[in-house]
């Protein structure tokens, strides 16, 4: 039991299409809830799309296969963007993604592995994903497992002191089949990072905790796509992919705005987001 | 400009003002105090917009910290400045608040006894939409365990400025519960909160409902309704649930043969137990608890899940009605 998924994408406009897709169907899941987290769903986008589609295996259908490679979405209020994920890889029907955020439904406001199989373990509160992933990875390295871990993190949530516990574990084991992403967007919920509680040098600070560090641009297939394979191939050190993205990418009066961090877009700004993603 | 809301806020009876959320009386109270006292320092974790003390970071930006997205350090922090003598309002989301700094707050805040003031926002299932990672549903089992520690969950917004006042000027550790959704008032226009006394709306012969936060008002649309059906129900306020207000729990339990205790909370370690812990030493009466039944909350709109959860009225007069059976 348990097939790889079928055919990875490699071509980058195939995934920039499948990135796109994800894009509505993020926007078009929030303004069906009339709540949720706009702006880090949509930054994040690029690179999830990347990991997701053209380097995990993993088997719809069979959502606990044992080789598949996990995904830790530590920054959990950018569920829309996980769920829009899971929904383009066929966990699930298209349908399901209207039920964001309402009573009873599998696409709780931030993941619930209880809830939806294929979610790794629940996340929300931030700070906790990366702890997860190394004693993921760790278990998979003692049953001799191939199977990888990514997280992705956000760059506010470095602020916590968990994060960096974890990654003084994930280099003191040499967790080399963790590949972790800060989503570099440069916001969080009270204003600007460097503002409410700077993280600079984000790369020196990885580096010096022993990490093999890669910044790319976030939105930058071509660059997302190296920075996966040298990960894949860097052995006896985690990897950090540190994305410069921008918050509510893709649609122009989103981007940059903490105002969108939580926000969902109104039934005429879908519209024209919409138009926008069609466009770009 | 403040003092003329002020005036026409006090000129209005409090039953005839629109609900205002719990949160939104903590961050108007803050900025008031901030202006009287210059020894009072506000510090968050990146959510000073939803817990409401972007307003006291506006008008003293000096006197606010904001902590990043780090919930241990900002308890540490505000132990500090307590020890140098200021009175630290440490705000978040109330399972960050009481869940990721909890051993922070045991050690730096309640065995130090230092003057730190928890005051944490989103409490309960009316949190909504983003659902059980983000609904505190034990924090006040958490905060009541601790030792020098006072726990208050006021009912309304006008409670709460009183108990945001009343707690400044009180030395000590005190965990603050407040609500994101909006409430209706339900005290008196002349209520005056006071640490450990429970406000008595009425005292009932077949029931009496001991409650807290938006179980308050949810308590008294349960007892109108029960007085139709000939049930004579009492309803308390019990807005510290540490230390309990024992003489008046013991004035209802004397009256009659069922206590009922309401909170948006895990009915284990919250007010259902404070109270039944007190009574069965001291005067055991049949206790039922409403709160959440030791699960997790979920997503949805914040009405539905009261009723998804047991907690309306309507659910409240059946318990009662099949408890007196
Ligand atoms: C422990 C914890 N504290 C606070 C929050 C509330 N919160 C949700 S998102 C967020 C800001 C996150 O910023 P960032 O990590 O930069 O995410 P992004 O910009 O990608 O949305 C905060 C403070 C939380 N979810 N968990
Ligand atoms: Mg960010």
Not at chain 1, 84 to 90: H, L, R, S, V, Y
Request: glycine share 8%; proline share 4%; with cysteine.
């Amino acid at each position: 039991m348990g097939a790889v998924t079928k055919g990875k994408i490699t071509d980058i406009h195939e995934l920039q299409k499948v990135a796109k897709k994800v894009r509505l169907h993020i926007l078009h899941m929030l303004t069906k809830a009339n709540s949720g987290h706009t702006g880090g769903s949509l930054s994040a986008a690029d690179v999830a799309v990347a990991i997701y589609f053209s380097k995990m295996n993993f088997d719809p259908k069979d959502p606990f296969y044992k080789k598949r490679d996990r995904f830790i979405l530590s920054k959990g209020h950018a569920a829309p963007l996980l769920y829009a994920i899971m929904a383009e890889a066929g966990y699930f029907p298209l349908e399901v993604l209207d039920h964001l955020r309402k009573i009873e439904s599998p696409l709780q406001g931030h993941p619930c592995c209880t809830s939806l199989p294929g979610i790794e373990v629940s996340t929300g509160s931030l700070g906790q994903g990366l702890s997860v992933a190394n004693g993921m990875a760790l278990g998979l390295k003692l049953d001799n497992n191939p199977a990888r871990v990514y997280c992705i993190m956000g760059d506010g949530e470095t602020q916590e002191g968990q994060i960096w516990e974890a990654a003084m574990t994930a280099a003191h084991y040499k967790i080399d089949n963790l590949c972790a992403v800060v989503d570099n967007n440069g916001l969080q919920i009270d204003g600007p990072v460097q503002k409410v509680m700077g993280i600079a040098p984000l790369h020196d600070k990885w580096a010096a905790f022993g990490w093999h560090v890669i910044d790319v641009d976030g939105h930058n297939m071509e660059q997302i796509l190296n920075a996966l394979d040298k990960a894949e191939n860097t052995k006896g050190k985690p990897t950090v992919i540190i994305a410069k993205t921008t918050k509510g990418r893709g649609v122009s009066f989103f981007e940059g705005k903490v105002e969108y961090h939580g926000v969902a877009p109104s039934q005429e700004e879908y519209e024209k987001a919409v138009k926008e993603i069609h466009n770009g | 400009m403040g003092e003329k809301t002020q005036n026409s806020e006090l000129k209005t009876q409090n039953s005839e003002k629109k609900p205002k959320a719990t949160r939104d009386a903590y961050g108007d109270t803050l900025m008031e105090l901030g202006q009287k006292r210059s020894d009072i320092v506000v510090l968050d974790a990146d959510l000073s917009c939803s817990t409401k003390t972007n307003k006291f970071a506006k008008a003293f930006p000096e006197r606010f910290f904001n902590m990043g997205i780090a919930e241990q350090d900002m308890i540490g922090t505000a132990a500090g400045l307590a020890l140098t003598g200021k009175v630290p309002f440490a705000s978040t989301f109330a399972v960050f608040e009481t869940g990721r700094a909890w051993d922070q707050i045991r050690l730096t805040v309640c065995y130090s006894n230092t003057n730190v003031k928890l005051i944490a926002t989103h409490g309960g299932i009316t949190v909504g939409e983003d659902g059980a990672s983000h609904q505190a549903l034990e924090d006040i089992a958490l905060m009541r365990a601790l030792p020098n520690m006072t726990v208050i969950v006021p009912a309304d917004a006008a409670e709460t400025a009183s108990v945001i006042n009343t707690v400044a000027d009180y030395r000590g550790p005190v965990y603050v519960r407040l609500g994101r959704a909006r409430v209706p008032y339900v005290l008196p226009d002349d209520y005056n909160f006071e640490i450990g006394r429970a406000f008595t709306f009425n005292i009932g012969k077949d029931v009496n409902i001991i409650a807290a936060g938006i179980m308050v008002a949810t308590a008294k649309k349960a007892a109108a309704i029960l007085a139709k059906d000939g049930i004579d129900a009492g309803v308390i306020n019990m807005s510290t649930i540490k230390p309990l207000d024992e003489e008046t729990l013991l004035r209802a339990a004397r009256s009659s043969k069922l206590i009922i205790t309401a909170e948006e909370h895990s009915i284990i370690g919250g007010l259902g137990s404070a109270v039944s812990e007190f009574l069965s030493e001291n005067h055991p009466v049949p206790v039922k608890r409403i709160g959440i039944n030791d699960t997790f909350g979920c997503s949805g709109d914040s009405e539905e899940l009261l009723k998804f959860h047991g907690l309306s009225a309507e659910d409240m007069m059946k318990t009662i009605k099949e408890a007196l059976k």
